[in-house]
T-cell receptor, first 112, second 111 residues
């Protein structure tokens, strides 16, 4: 069966520090991969999605970047975190662009 | 924007009652999906309804879709305390390949 791993679960970082969040999927090949951010009590904002290795689409201009170095690995990065980067970050995968998305358990990021 | 909007924002019911949540969206869609999120966790896919379908059932869940009104509803019958969660609709644009999630309905089922 397919599983998605996302870590760390919680992260506290100072303003201006770098960020790297990792997501990996097991049990499937060539998944579509997604990074979302969820502000407290709000819906999900799509940040990046990828349909293949090295193919990254960005939905909103921001302080973040994404990379897909391997088929089932998706990384969210920042060189310098801002206070506004705080939130709940969720990684997801889908088998097709129109099919159900399967989410990891998220990373709670707090910026001090 | 394409983003869906759920209504109500919050709903509190007694165990055993039915819960109805609504979702409205703005543009033509390929399909609409409903997800559930327990506090502090990732989202779990519940049900997918295609643009050419009007109603779909899955266990205690019933989803309707009215493309003329650009709206959908999720009905949870005979609710249980374990149904307490936030529920989100997500729409896939007809010509797009990414989903847009609504702001969610927070459901509380009181035992």
């Amino acid at each position: 069966s397919q599983t998605i791993h996302q870590w760390p679960a919680t992260l506290v970082q100072p303003v201006g520090s770098p960020l790297s969040l990792e997501c990996t999927v097991e049990g499937t090949s060539n998944p579509n991969l997604y990074w979302y951010r969820q502000a407290a009590g709000r819906g999900l904002q799509l940040l990046f999605y990828s349909v293949g290795i090295g193919q990254i689409s960005s939905e909103v201009p921001q302080n973040l970047s994404a990379s897909r170095p391997q088929d089932r690995q998706f990384i969210l990065s920042s060189k310098k975190l801002l206070l506004s980067d705080s939130g709940f970050y969720l990684c997801a995968w889908s088998g097709t662009t129109s099919g159900p998305q399967h989410f990891g358990d998220g990373t709670r990021l707090s910026i001090l | 924007s394409q983003q869906g909007e759920e209504d109500p924002q919050a709903l509190s019911i007694q165990e055993g009652e039915n819960a109805t949540m609504n979702c409205s969206y703005k543009t033509s869609i390929n399909n609409l999906q409903w997800y559930r999120q327990n506090s502090g966790r990732g989202l779990v896919h519940l049900i997918l309804i295609r643009s050419n379908e009007r109603e779909k059932h899955s266990g205690r869940l019933r989803v309707t879709l009215d493309t003329s009104k650009k709206s959908s509803s999720l009905l949870i019958t005979a609710s249980r305390a374990a149904d307490t969660a936030s529920y989100f609709c997500a729409t896939l644009k007809y010509t797009g390949n990414q989903f847009y999630f609504g702001t969610g309905t927070s459901l509380t089922v009181i035992p």
